[in-house]
């Protein structure tokens, strides 16, 4: 890591971070629950499709590949039609971009970081839960460790990791906050599950004046339960014997175990931790899906594809910019639009071609000249100027 002294008598001076040896974070492991994450993104529903809203959505953004920056590459002699072929067709001979994307994206949310192998020639993902940063002393990173056992250069790794705030190595991944959430999501599905298997509540009281000894409670419970199969939807019965009475089993009905509105209510948690607006998840017509849906992509996707954009510029050394042409989202309406060019093309800003190229319509012969504005009524300066063109035969003043 380097910095520079503004207050050398030299131009400019190059000095190492003197705060790098003294950081306690030696060797970065994450800090994360990754088997909790992944289980919840599997099991439960709303993980899993507010997960893959953002995954897809992010995936589908191509990339445009712009002119060398001024700063520094990590890779010498990269031409840009490589980069181009990278970061928009095939990053290796395996797979699609959309499908690495996919890959690394997923990583991002569940974990907070992506790492990713670039052996010169391709890209590579390498899985975050199994990546180990080693600290450096003088620089950033030392080394890379894949598994505990295959090490790689810091040259070798694009690391791309989310906010946080204990760590400047690792990023926290977006699903940390609602953790408790879906933890509490689980034990109600496992209580319903527990409940509706009648588990956890008799449903039958079977009375006897004798005290009953444990062999024929025993025997009378395999009979039961041999002739009406609890698990196929038979109550369990309960035995009280020696007189014993029963008043009220329990008040819990199948209303209360619905836990409908606390399931909705976790459910909205989860979508703000992610950054998923909860009203895409709503089905039916609604005013406000349009503003939402911009909103998601500007505040959510966007920000997501400029961090992955933003570390592959300074890698490879070419500005790089999200193409959003292709998203209904962020594009007005067509009715707004077309006023919008046609005011520009009549007000003599742009051309008629450069309007139809904007609006999706190949360009037309005899449109590429700005045209200039007609005052018909004349100028309001000095009136003998503008008004009707004279026609054939007539001179300036309309004789």
């Known amino acids: 890591m380097a910095w520079y002294n503004p207050f050398s008598k030299k131009p400019v001076e190059e000095k190492l971070n003197p705060a790098q040896p003294h950081f306690t974070e030696k060797v970065s492991t994450s800090r994360e629950h990754h088997f909790s994450y992944e289980r919840a993104y599997e ?3 709303i993980v899993n499709r507010a997960v893959n809203m953002l995954v897809d959505d992010t995936s589908a953004i191509p990339t445009t590949v712009g002119d060398q920056t001024k700063g520094s590459s990590q ?56 990546m180990i940063i080693h600290a450096s002393d003088s620089t950033y990173v030392e080394k890379y460790t894949f598994n505990e056992k295959i090490d790689y250069y810091p040259r070798e ?17 977006r699903l940390k906050p609602a953790l408790r959430t879906m933890q509490l999501m689980t034990k109600m599905r496992n209580f319903q599950d527990n409940f509706f298997k009648n588990g956890a509540v008799p449903g039958l009281v079977l009375k006897s004046p004798n005290t009953l000894s444990e062999k024929i409670k025993e025997r009378m419970m395999i009979s039961w339960q041999t002739r009406y199969r609890p698990d196929s939807g ?3 019965p309960l035995i009280l014997d020696g007189g014993i009475e029963v008043d009220q089993l329990t008040n819990t009905n199948f209303k209360d175990l619905d836990f409908q509105n606390a399931i909705l209510e976790n459910e909205k948690i989860i979508l703000k931790a992610l950054g998923v607006p909860p009203i895409l998840m709503d089905s039916g017509n609604n005013a406000n899906i ?80 700005i ?26 003043n309309g004789e």
């Not at 906010?163 to 690792?170: E, K």
């Open 234 to 236: 038979g109550h369990r």
């Open 371 to 396: 045209r200039v504005p007609a005052n018909i009524a004349g100028s309001a300066s000095n009136p003998e100027e503008g008004g009707r063109p004279p026609e054939e035969g007539e001179n300036q």
């Open 43 to 45: 099991d439960l529903e």
């Open 290 to 369: 349009r503003p939402n849906m911009r909103m998601y992509y500007l505040e959510t996707i966007l920000p997501i594809t400029k961090k992955i954009n933003n570390a592959f510029e300074r890698y490879f050394g070419f500005e790089l910019k999200e193409d959003i042409t292709d998203i209904p989202a962020l594009q007005p309406e067509l009715r707004d639009a077309s006023a919008y060019y046609s005011s520009l093309v009549n007000g003599g800003i742009i051309t008629p071609n450069e309007a139809r190229e904007r609006l999706g319509f190949e360009a037309v012969e005899g449109a590429e000249d």
């Open 75 to 130: 890779i010498k002699g990269i031409k840009r039609s490589k980069v181009d072929l990278l970061l928009n067709t095939e990053p290796n001979p395996f797979q699609d971009i959309n499908s690495f994307k996919r890959n690394i994206i997923i990583d991002y949310i569940l974990d907070g970081n992506i790492f990713i192998y670039f052996d010169g020639v391709h890209l590579y993902h390498l899985p975050a839960s199994k």
């Open 157 to 173: 790794i694009i690391h791309i990791k989310e906010n946080s705030f204990y760590s400047i190595y690792r990023g926290v991944p």
